[in-house]
């Protein structure tokens, strides 16, 4: 008797596994949601509102549109995270590195940034309403059309970086260093600059 071709074996070897219920399952990624709707966490930090993760390992994570009001991320390396569209509100980031993050759009209202490190950020179209920056440090930083009604700049160092069109309405610049920014359509209305070195006294 002869044996059957070896494509009738491939077929019912197929068959024989689509009626035992056996497909093949995806490797999942180990710091992303599962489809049991688990959080995600990266390096030990939970992404939700209100997590402590001070000092977290947060560089190139992908923060996209997520929720961290009210999050404690003090001395957190944010580097290269991409935190576009994501909800800082009344979160706590002082000391952060925010190096090369991309913030467009981000909400960050009331969020706390002083001693942060904004080197090369990308901010562009942020909502930074009463956040407080002081002592942060901006270098080469994409401000445009950011809105940072009634901030706190009290000795910050914003220095060649992209200020067209940000509306610094009523925000303090107290002993504030100014150097070789772009300010094209900027707006600094009701502004303090006491002390603020490059601030001209025409902007307020």
């Known amino acids: ?36 709707n688990e959080p995600l966490i990266i390096n030990g930090c939970p ?36 935190l576009r569209g994501a909800n800082l509100a009344a979160a706590d980031l002082e000391g952060a590195n925010l190096t090369g993050a991309r913030l467009n759009k981000a909400t960050a209202a009331n969020t706390n940034f002083q001693k942060a490190r904004f080197i090369g950020t990308d901010l562009e179209g942020a909502r930074l309403m009463r956040a407080d920056f002081s002592g942060a440090e901006f270098v080469g930083v994409n401000m445009e059309i950011a809105r940072m009604n009634h901030a706190w700049f009290v000795g910050a160092r914003i220095v060649s970086s992209d200020l067209q069109e940000a509306k610094f309405i009523s925000v303090n610049l107290k002993d504030a260093t100014f150097e070789g920014n772009v300010t094209r359509y900027a707006i600094f209305p009701e502004s303090l600059m006491d002390g603020c070195k490059g601030c001209p006294e025409g902007w307020k």
Do not use: E, F
Request: with cysteine; proline share 6%.
């Open 1 to 36: 008797m002869k044996s059957p071709p070896k494509a009738l074996l491939a077929a019912a070897l197929l068959a024989a596994m689509y009626s035992a219920g056996t497909t093949a399952q995806p490797v999942g990624d180990t710091t992303g949601a599962s489809d049991n």
């Open 47 to 82: 992404i939700w509102t209100y997590t402590r993760c001070p000092g977290a390992d947060l560089r190139h994570a992908n923060l996209v549109g997520k929720n961290l009001a009210g999050a404690d991320l003090r001395g957190a390396d944010l580097t290269r995270a991409d």
